[in-house]
């Protein structure tokens, strides 16, 4: 369905704008969830910054937009799930569920 803007007012434009814009964020907030979605807190990952040697890691929590990895080198990332990719378990490293353990608490 073609929409003449050419009719539009200024008004109308600027309406369309905004509603055009919110469209695109909602779709690529969608988008960026489906992502999230593939990945679990515990998961082995990997991710590659810019000029560096990609990093395995640990998936610590979701974020609104991106995961908290913790590195093996124990540094912390907030990486968007598109620029991550689950381990292929190894001996060193398996890709088993996380299992959290109560400690007791010191008095």
Known sequence: ???????????????LNHRIVARLKFLREMRNHRQMLNFRVGDRVTFQPPGQEPLDG???????????????????WN???V??????????????DAQVIRLPKHK
């Open 1 to 15: 369905m073609p929409i003449n803007i050419d009719q539009l007012s200024e008004a109308e434009l600027v309406d």
């Open 58 to 76: 640990i998936i610590l929590k979701h974020n609104r937009k991106t995961v908290t990895v913790l590195t093996d080198d124990h540094q912390q």
């Open 79 to 81: 990486v968007a799930p």
């Open 83 to 96: 620029f991550l990719s689950k381990v292929i378990s190894s001996p060193d490293h398996p890709t088993q």
